[in-house]
């Protein structure tokens, strides 16, 4: 593997190539660097808890929107004290519980390219001892996700230097992942990894922003389907309410107006399960991505030699042909 390949200039895609590169990587991800099919497992996992979270959220709001008909305070304080679970408890328990998934998938991917077949419990027993190095970087995780949330959006320059802080702290700590997973080493070991990182950074950007694209095109298409769906929906709860009073409510306050909500209450749970799957499979390709940049630049001489050609154009993103 030639690693002076990687040092093209990275320029500015169309849609339609970034539409290109969202198939490629979700496609190379999980066959020809996912040969072994353990690798699935981390995000199979993943995307089963975020559904069951936004599942528990939607499922929360129901005693509230159908207030007006049962009037029972005993489920309202139920589904609030649900939402401030969700939020104090169960989403960051997510977080750490994420980066131990993509710490299991990164060392699947390294003993693929090594040339070896091992389990998903062994990744399991191998990242068992990094544990702490993992909760640390998840919590910067969980602290740049919240500190998004609660950042003032009037604030140009804050919102510019968050922005900036948080795709910093993206690359780095995908970077750090493959760095303690296989070399097992200390956060302050990781430093001069660093250089190399600086070094190579046309590659790695070439990598990074084809991934960020891949995450934009994704979402794009993710909430225009459901965008349409959920006007198609208004549609259908205004007919529902024609015949039936079940989940109807009166549309922009106005009283000759009146909609079941039901249909769109669906789609939007719907789009919130679809949008958070979507999210789980670019964290993993990241994880997988970054695991092999990581591995081409540390540990070329243990990369198989029947894997060598393809991991060339999978880091630069270019097809075979």
Not at 289 to 313: G, W
Request: some cysteine; overall charge neutral; glycine content about 6%.
């Amino acid at each position: 593997m030639d690693i002076n390949n990687f040092t093209k200039p990275f320029t500015k895609k169309s849609f339609k190539d970034r539409m290109k590169d969202t198939g490629f990587l979700i496609k190379n991800s999980f066959t020809i660097i996912g040969k072994d099919e353990d690798i699935k497992t981390p995000l199979i996992k993943m995307a089963i808890f975020t559904t069951i979270i936004r599942l528990l959220f939607f499922l929360s709001l129901i005693p509230i929107l159908t207030a007006y008909s049962h009037e029972s305070v005993g489920m309202i304080a139920l589904s609030i004290i649900t939402i401030i679970a969700l939020v104090t408890v169960i989403i960051p328990i997510r977080f750490f519980f994420d980066i131990r998934q993509k710490a299991n998938q990164s060392w699947i991917v390294y003993n693929t390219l090594c040339g070896k077949d091992i389990s998903y419990q062994d990744s399991v027993d191998h990242t068992k001892s990094e544990k702490g190095k993992l909760r640390l970087i998840g919590l910067v995780d969980l602290l740049m996700k919240y500190g998004k949330a609660g950042r003032n959006e009037n604030s140009f320059l804050m919102n510019l230097l968050f922005g900036f802080l948080e795709e910093v702290w993206d690359l780095l700590s995908h970077f750090m992942l493959p760095s303690i997973v296989i070399e097992q080493k200390k956060l302050k070991e990781i430093v001069p990894d660093l250089k190399s990182l600086k070094e190579n950074v046309p590659a790695t950007l070439t990598g990074v922003f084809g991934l960020d694209f891949a995450g934009n095109v994704i979402t794009g298409i993710v909430i225009g389907v459901f965008v349409v769906l959920f006007i198609v929906s208004i549609g259908v709860g205004w007919l529902i309410a024609l015949v039936s009073d079940v989940g109807t409510m009166n549309l922009f306050g106005n009283p000759n107006l009146v909609i079941s909500w039901i249909p769109g209450y669906i789609i939007l749970l719907l789009g919130a399960v679809a949008s958070g799957i979507m999210k789980k499979i670019v964290e993993s390709i990241k994880a997988i991505y970054f695991t092999v940049f990581y591995t081409s630049i540390k540990q070329p001489e243990n990369i198989a030699d029947d894997m060598r050609e393809e991991l060339t154009h999978y880091l630069l993103l270019e097809n075979k042909e």
